[in-house]
């Protein structure tokens, strides 16, 4: 391992310091491809909440002040410091998380971007003047900042979606308690020495890392006022119960489906979906999680799949040279691979390729790379979210079976379809019922402007991650009544 690892903060971050907090207990970082303790963080206390909720308020109320101009200065000087540390942020990252060095390259560069696209964001964030029944009366609308939220944030991407939402808070006016994930802490908590560089004010972000409970004791303390979370259904729904009617941006799970019509582009359709399906170690909200293949296109998908998978797929030490397939981050994904790939073989579906956990490596999250085909819609692998390098392949009959298969699911974030038929294209587009829909392009495909989130009524939350959308679900449309003369 050649690259250069920053030490690890071992503290928490309240009011613009490090700080051991209120408590003498740790738990233990461990790095998930070498099995080896790389740091010990404190275990925040009541406390060590209270006190970071009451530095966040005292200091957001100062922050909204500012012009917006002030504000969009200081966090263009946070994305050009980030930028100047992408390498040791990167290289923090993949230590403590596993996804391949060159992951995390992209993931800070991005985060960089989101400060300077937010920044600019805030500038053009405007309201409108609106027409009065009463000659007397002048209407105008404003956004103002919500105030203090807290922030939970994912392991798989620790640091670029701590910038998803710290950017366009920080840009509208707003002060951040953030819970990292317990054990992908590392990279936020060594940050904040960038921002603190960068002039954000003493106490406007605070990093608290912990265990599950000490989130729910975030979203429920009365200080909160609004909660930006990503991150699992299940834990989305828990949250939602503890939050009551306090402002909320909810970006939960997904199960992409990805559907190849029989004239698609296979070459294209097949690189697609297996860069999706391992990218991050298929650790995304957006994977492919389901393929559903045209009956007439399941041989030649098939095939075109496992020719590109065999030629491009680099499983190993994620610090190392052109490898693109690191470890899994945690033994319970780890273990739902397990069980999803033991109800394959037990039903007799088809494992083309891969099939278990690699061995020759210094722990057993090391994952191949695997094609499941002929795989039934009832089954694990279509129902569940692996959320591991997995690409299961379902047959549909025709266009209306591939829709009511892609719709079955109880989750609607991302999908993608493929034909060179912009009439059946559009279709497809109209009709699967996820926030965001691709067509020819691959499901995990992203932009920092984009809009990103779930559809309504099913369970991927609300609000949007992306662009001018956030600024606006992280402020509160205010409107201002003038009475004119007498």
Same mark, same amino acid.
């Given at each position: 391992?050649?690259?250069?690892?920053?030490?690890?903060?071992?503290?928490?971050?309240?009011?613009?310091?490090?700080?051991?907090?209120?408590?003498?207990?740790?738990?233990?970082?461990?790095?998930?491809?070498?099995?080896?303790?790389?740091?010990?963080?404190?275990?925040?206390?009541?406390?060590?909440?209270?006190?970071?909720?009451?530095?966040?308020?005292?200091?957001?109320?100062?922050?909204?002040?500012?012009?917006?101009?002030?504000?969009?200065?200081?966090?263009?000087?946070?994305?050009?410091?980030?930028?100047?540390?992408?390498?040791?942020?990167?290289?923090?990252?993949?230590?403590?998380? *596993?996804?391949?060095?060159?992951?995390?390259?992209?993931?800070?560069?991005?985060?960089?971007?989101?400060?300077?696209?937010?920044?600019?964001?805030?500038?053009?964030?405007?309201?409108?003047?609106?027409?009065?029944?009463?000659?007397?009366?002048?209407?105008?609308?404003?956004?103002?900042?919500?105030?203090?939220?807290?922030?939970?944030?994912?392991?798989?991407?620790?640091?670029?979606?701590?910038?998803?939402?710290?950017?366009?808070?920080?840009?509208? *006016?707003?002060?951040?308690?953030?819970?990292?994930?317990?054990?992908?802490?590392?990279?936020?908590?060594?940050?904040?020495?960038?921002?603190?560089?960068?002039?954000?004010?003493? *106490?406007?972000?605070?990093?608290?890392?912990?265990?599950?409970?000490?989130?729910?004791?975030?979203?429920?303390?009365?200080?909160?006022?609004?909660?930006?979370?990503?991150?699992?259904?299940?834990?989305?729904?828990?949250?939602?119960?503890?939050?009551?009617?306090?402002?909320?941006?909810?970006?939960?799970?997904?199960?992409?489906?990805?559907?190849?019509?029989?004239?698609?582009?296979?070459?294209?359709?097949?690189?697609?979906?297996?860069?999706?399906?391992?990218?991050?170690?298929?650790?995304?909200?957006?994977?492919?999680?389901?393929?559903?293949?045209?009956?007439?296109?399941?041989?030649?998908?098939?095939?075109?799949?496992?020719?590109?998978?065999?030629?491009?797929?680099?499983?190993?030490?994620?610090?190392?040279?052109?490898?693109?397939?690191?470890?899994?981050?945690?033994?319970?994904?780890?273990?739902?691979?397990?069980?999803?790939?033991?109800?394959?073989?037990?039903?007799?579906?088809?494992?083309?390729?891969?099939?278990?956990?690699?061995?020759?490596?210094?722990?057993?999250?090391?994952?191949?790379?695997?094609?499941?085909?002929?795989?039934?819609?009832?089954?694990?692998?279509?129902?569940?979210?692996?959320?591991?390098?997995?690409?299961?392949?379902?047959?549909?009959?025709?266009?209306?079976?591939?829709?009511?298969?892609?719709?079955?699911?109880?989750?609607?974030?991302?999908?993608?379809?493929?034909?060179?038929?912009?009439?059946?294209?559009?279709?497809?587009?109209?009709?699967?019922?996820? *926030?965001?829909?691709?067509?020819?392009?691959?499901?995990?495909?992203?932009?920092?402007?984009?809009?990103?989130?779930?559809?309504?009524?099913?369970?991927?939350?609300?609000?949007?991650?992306?662009?001018?959308?956030?600024?606006?679900?992280?402020?509160?449309?205010?409107?201002?009544?003038?009475?004119?003369?007498?």
């Amino acid at each position: 391992m050649h690259t250069t690892i920053p030490t690890p903060v071992e503290k928490l971050f309240i009011n613009g310091e490090y700080t051991l907090g209120k408590t003498t207990d740790r738990y233990d970082v461990i790095s998930p491809a070498t099995g080896e303790q790389i740091a010990a963080l404190p275990v925040p206390t009541a406390a060590d909440l209270d006190a970071a909720i009451t530095a966040a308020r005292a200091a957001q109320r100062e922050w909204r002040k500012l012009s917006v101009a002030d504000r969009a200065k200081i966090c263009h000087r946070v994305g050009d410091k980030i930028a100047e540390h992408v390498a040791e942020l990167a290289a923090l990252q993949t230590l403590e998380q *596993g996804k391949p060095l060159a992951e995390s390259i992209a993931d800070i560069s991005e985060a960089a971007e989101l400060f300077h696209l937010h920044a600019e964001d805030a500038l053009r964030l405007f309201g409108e003047t609106i027409p009065s029944t009463d000659p007397q009366k002048v209407m105008y609308t404003w956004h103002q900042a919500v105030g203090t939220w807290a922030i939970i944030t994912p392991w798989n991407f620790p640091f670029l979606m701590f910038a998803e939402f710290a950017a366009p808070g920080l840009a509208t *006016g707003n002060a951040l308690v953030v819970k990292p994930p317990t054990h992908t802490s590392l990279t936020v908590l060594k940050a904040m020495e960038l921002l603190v560089e960068a002039g954000v004010p003493a *106490g406007l972000v605070n990093i608290l890392p912990g265990e599950g409970d000490f989130g729910a004791k975030l979203v429920a303390h009365p200080g909160i006022d609004a909660i930006g979370f990503i991150g699992s259904s299940a834990t989305g729904a828990k949250i939602q119960a503890l939050a009551g009617l306090k402002r909320s941006v909810m970006e939960c799970s997904g199960n992409g489906p990805v559907v190849v019509l029989e004239d698609a582009n296979m070459q294209r359709a097949a690189k697609a979906a297996v860069d999706s399906a391992f990218y991050c170690g298929g650790q995304v909200c957006c994977a492919t999680e389901r393929v559903i293949v045209h009956k007439d296109a399941q041989d030649a998908f098939l095939e075109a799949a496992i020719a590109y998978a065999t030629d491009t797929v680099k499983l190993g030490d994620p610090f190392g040279e052109g490898v693109n397939l690191g470890c899994l981050n945690n033994e319970a994904v780890a273990a739902k691979m397990d069980r999803h790939l033991a109800e394959a073989r037990d039903r007799g579906f088809d494992i083309v390729m891969g099939g278990g956990r690699a061995d020759g490596f210094a722990t057993n999250l090391f994952y191949e790379f695997t094609i499941v085909n002929n795989v039934a819609e009832d089954s694990l692998l279509s129902r569940e979210e692996s959320f591991g390098p997995v690409l299961p392949i379902i047959v549909a009959e025709n266009d209306d079976d591939a829709l009511r298969i892609a719709n079955a699911d109880a989750l609607g974030l991302q999908s993608a379809v493929f034909t060179n038929d912009i009439n059946r294209g559009f279709r497809f587009l109209q009709e699967l019922e996820t *926030g965001q829909v691709l067509l020819n392009e691959s499901n995990g495909w992203w932009d920092i402007n984009m809009p990103f989130g779930g559809a309504g009524g099913k369970g991927t939350g609300w609000g949007r991650i992306g662009g001018i959308h956030t600024l606006r679900d992280m402020t509160d449309l205010r409107t201002s009544i003038i009475h004119i003369g007498d």
